[in-house]
């Protein structure tokens, strides 16, 4: 069965019958911090906890349609927003770097031709640079 039919099918039941589940989707599957680069269903849960301290019928099932599914614990909700280079500008600036689009737009410059098709063979550094603050 195509993983994603697989998600469609099983997506609720796992959201709804498990408790501690934020979502549910696809991916690959992990073992011990290593992908195994082999297709998922992925379970964000609150806290991942051993199968002995959970609920008889509560554990996520180690297959769904003999899907592998990798329960992944989401990190504490800790993060705040802080200051950065976007807060601290004028009103106006930060509504033109965000999405105002200008009546006469300036024209686009051509950019620099790739060297033929994608290859691991190529240092893509040559045809890249770091990402840089592109004013206003």
Known sequence: MK???VLNSHWKELKDTHPGV?????GEKWIGGVNTHRPAITVFVEKKLPLSEIPAGQAIPATVDNVPTDV????PKTWTAGRTSMSELH???RKRRLGLIPENPPLLRAVKPVPGP???NVDWRAWASLIQDQGN
């Open 22 to 26: 934020l979502n549910v989707t696809v």
């Open 3 to 5: 993983l994603d039919l």
């Open 118 to 120: 994608a290859s691991f």
């Open 72 to 75: 992944i614990e989401l990190s």
């Open 91 to 93: 009103p106006e600036d």
